[in-house]
């Protein structure tokens, strides 16, 4: 089977790895280049659990990162690339006694076994993480918290899927999508139709451009996301902190990520002085002694955002061959391994998976 991968972010790059895998002829184009967007300029945080424990967004965030650890190595073996996966663990500062007091209730009622959760008093929090302000009282502290680097994430993903005969071409932008009859006919491509068994529109914040081409109406809107790095030299913290207003990353390359602002701009392209001023007060109120470390970089992105909050993924109803894999919003590093498994097995002839079906396209249009 014949099938065009739209958008080289994590999501394009990973579906075609797998669906290269399953045996077919792939060619993804990207009109940057493999994680220039959202893929790139994310934390890399595996954090599977989420305020609704149970629901099916928690369900396929686990299954997600379940599967890293064998990802992480599968992805090694084919390119060599270390994509950096350290499961080191997340604290949630706590800044009441009171707070503190809930979370050891929480963690009582939770499957903490699985997913390591603890609670921490300010004891403990001095023996793990030092560093952290004497303001903070407690925190949860989630061991199955992991992170990876996205940046190699997505070269990794990119490279594999070539490596697997995808042919990859960057530079080159889609500018419609043709169908015909109810059914996918291609893409267009620097003017030229290609013709096609299978589309995937993996365009992240572009989704709906995309799909205005041919008329749909898709509600897939930008969440800007600011972030800077500090050079973590010497190191301050060791575990990542993610607090309300800012959360904190030490990557194995000596980096100390700063995220993230959330911001509804459209797409504007820069940072700012009050975003990153932002992150800087509330990382340095949790942690003092990061004010002496150097800036080495900041960037932004936009993260691919629908009005439920929760991806898109599916058939696209009423066009036959027309599949879309989107709004992953802030988990799409997350999802990336388990998003492209069940597009790959749903484009490939089987089902869509039940794990699919809250997050079907349908919710959004009609056919
Ligand atoms: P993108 O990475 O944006 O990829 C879409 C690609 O499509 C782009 O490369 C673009 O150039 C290409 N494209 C668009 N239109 C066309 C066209 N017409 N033709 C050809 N190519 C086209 N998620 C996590 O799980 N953990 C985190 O810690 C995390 N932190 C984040 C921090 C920030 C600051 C941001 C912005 C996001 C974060 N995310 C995180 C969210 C995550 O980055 C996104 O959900 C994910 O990257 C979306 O992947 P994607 O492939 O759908 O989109
Ligand atoms: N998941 C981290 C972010 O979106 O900023």
Request: hydrophobic share 45%.
């Amino acid at each position: 089977m014949k099938v065009l991968v739209v958008g080289g972010g994590v999501i394009g790059c990973a579906t075609a790895y797998e669906l290269a895998k399953a045996g077919c002829a792939v060619t993804l184009f990207e009109r940057a280049v493999p994680g220039a967007e959202a893929s790139g300029a994310a934390a890399g945080i595996l954090a599977p659990l989420g305020e609704s424990s149970g629901s099916p967004f928690e369900r396929l965030a686990i299954a997600s990162w379940r599967l890293y650890p064998q990802v992480a190595e599968e992805l090694r073996g084919r390119t060599g690339i270390d994509v950096e996966y350290v499961s080191r663990g997340t604290i949630y500062p706590l800044l009441t006694t009171e707070a503190v007091r809930a979370a050891g209730a929480r963690v009582a009622r939770l499957q903490s076994s699985v997913f390591g959760i603890e609670a921490w008093d300010a004891a403990d929090l001095r023996e793990h993480e030092p560093a952290l302000a004497r303001t903070v009282r407690g925190a949860m502290f989630v061991r199955g918290d992991h992170w990876v680097n996205n940046q190699r994430l997505v070269v990794a993903y990119a490279q594999a899927a070539v490596a697997a005969g995808v042919a990859l071409h960057s530079g080159v932008a889609v500018t419609r999508v043709a169908i015909e009859a109810g059914r996918v006919r291609g893409v267009v491509a620097d003017g030229d139709l290609l013709d096609t068994d299978a589309v995937l529109l993996a365009t992240g914040a572009w989704t709906a451009q995309l799909a205005g081409t041919f008329g749909a109406r898709l509600p897939v809107e930008p969440r800007r996301g600011q972030m800077l790095a500090l050079t973590h030299v010497p190191p301050v913290v060791t575990h990542a902190i993610h607090a309300e207003d800012v959360y904190l990353v030490p990557r194995p390359s000596g980096e100390l990520l700063v995220g993230a602002t959330v911001e509804r701009v459209g797409f504007k392209r820069e940072v700012t002085a009050q975003g990153i001023g932002g992150l800087l007060a509330a990382a340095l109120a949790l942690v003092p002694g990061l004010g002496g470390l150097s800036i080495s970089r900041t960037w932004f992105g936009f993260r691919p955002w629908a009005p439920d909050g929760m991806p898109i993924l599916g058939p696209w109803p009423g066009v036959e061959g027309l599949y879309v894999a989107t709004a992953h919003y802030r988990n799409g590093i997350l999802l990336a391994p388990i998003t492209a498994r069940l597009m790959s097995e749903c484009m490939t002839g089987h089902r869509p998976s039940p794990e699919l079906k809250a997050f079907l396209p349908d919710r959004f249009l009609r056919p």
